[in-house]
């Protein structure tokens, strides 16, 4: 077993709402002794890091970067880079993130139009225009394209045309789905877009990446009031990012060994495919949502509309939720998150992210929640859920 | 040579003004598989991080914790929390991070009262006074105690009375001081200090530890409007990071793996001792110093406040100082800083910060100095720099 400090870290199968687990490769890539920021080796990295991030991001923007914080401070960024004060802004709200949203406008000293739906659906593009109808002078709109609290999965291939016709910007909050399921920046006319490391990425949580579009940069360049945080300002960032200038300006030290993960994950994504790594993720999804079925667990999500990385599922009445995690925790090592807000003690969500997708984690985790379920008296044939989930792969 | 996606990443020596070194242990918890951000065995972590933290800060603050970004989101967390628009700050600036502190103090909406030093110089109890006499309410003041552009160390024991004697809040820039040279946290009257984890406790850029007492805490909870940062809204992270709940309110992903590091960084500090590690930073900013004045380079901080862990000298006349660089980079795989802003083009920056701070490295750093040195036609008697170092250590 793994100690840290004179603690034990024990071997865990992340199959909760994210951190993933991470390949041997990027954890190797994090153990990596480090170079200076301003290290032409490092400047390097950082060029080549940037190339592959438009490449899962589906972009030719050059403003594609990673944010040093997590995804909520890439959420942070696009939001206090796009807002000044007294800006109408449309949010779509049905669940955790887009509630978060709502927060981080506010304190960016915007007007949130929320546009809401119930927990676990999602919207269509009549619902953006109607909100879009109901502003003034609508500066974006924000959308979660996967709700990682509901597993709710919005499209968003639709939603361009009413937000640009509006003048207003599509903003995207990509946390749980870059690297998982099609995204696709340019084609899609999204303006603006953040992500996170630790979900379909399989790279530790620390980092966030985002992509801004002219548009949006034009938005920003225009600006009367400067960005209220001078961390997340990206034009500030751009000056040390930007690899087609010819020194790079010292903004703050870059999380050198966390861009060293971020760039090893990447390559893997590359080697992949991302055609090949969505097939994956919806294959052992189906295979999940198979299994889970034949112990009478249903996913909450909107019919067609179910995420393949992050499966909330309803806990069986009479089940003690909190109790089978800690089983599932502590007698197999296997992490499954619980629900949030209005989802807590009703749902659990399970994760299949990035490394955690594979067929294997699926198996497991079945066979491990039949045994856990069994025990706190909830009726299951032995064997079922691996059967059923071993059918959905033939 | 290790690589990273299939870029070789060479081995440095860091003696630049940070990242610095990173012990081979913390290297290993950098590459630990992950936990989640929720496990029992993560939140054990946290207190043990938080316990070690208060250790270095020499602090019973609760509220210590290390922020899910690099030393810059430390700044931002201090001063977006303490302040409110139109609140009077006094910011002393002497260098680079003086200057930043403006910056981000204006983001936040305060009217800053610059109290300025010449680079290099440091400020006295009695210009606090000064400045504070020019204030009508002011909300605090705030002090580099290790400006990293210049080298210039700032005592801090005397300035708490003036600045709370006109009810203002002590705010401290700690990201290079903390872990090489003494911090008293509690003993000086310090009621926010902000730090980051690459140069004295050799740890990889990523977090800043911040600390605030409960005079800082009261002024937060007095606050009448929102804190405009989410992300970095102390309130919310303590919330997540106080060991009292029974429950951790998730905020944000944590970023695990920098957590890791930080915990095995901070046990080695501990490890080390605090006295004895401030030893070894004194002794080897001595001997550098006596090395390098054998080669005629002098430092440029005011003398009797010049920090033992970043020595910023003067670049030898007719000497281009950037090819000096180049040359140790690529030649010993040796690097040092350049000069920022006022001092760009005039000096060099040698950190000596943590683990980079050892005998080895400053007469390797030396030797190699003055061979590259003597390439450029500067007069130098072949090992006399290592000599007059090597005294020093006897």
Redesign the interface.
Known sequence: M?S?????????V?L?P??S??HPRV???????????L???FV??MD?TQE?LRFVFQTRNKMTLPI??????G??TCLANLIEPGDEVVIGVNGVFGT?MV??A???GASPVEMRAEWGRVFTPEQVQEALDRCRRPKCVALVHAETSTGAWQPLEDMAAPIHQAGALFVVDAVTSLGGCPLEIDNWGIDACYS?T?KCLSC???LSPITFGQAALDVIGRRSS??????LDVSLLGNYWDEGQAKRV?????????T??L??A??LVKEEGLAARHARHKRNHEALAAGLKALGIELVAQEGHRLWMLNSVSVPDGIDEAAVRSAL?NEYNI?IGAG?GEFAGKVWRIGLMGESSSQANVLLLLESLEAVLAQHGHPCQPGTAVQAARAGYQ
Request: proline residues 9%.
């Open positions: 793994a840290v400090g004179d603690l034990s870290i024990p071997q865990r992340l909760g994210g951190p687990n991470v954890l190797q890539a994090m153990s990596t002794p480090l170079v200076g920021h290290d032409p080796t390097e990295l080549r592959l040093s914080g997590t995804g909520s401070a959420m942070e978060r927060e981080v506010k304190r960016c996170g630790q530790p949580p620390g400067r960005v209220q945080s001078w961390y010292y903004h703050h030290t870059a999380p050198i060994s966390m060293y993960a760039c090893e990447l390559s925790l992490e949030l």
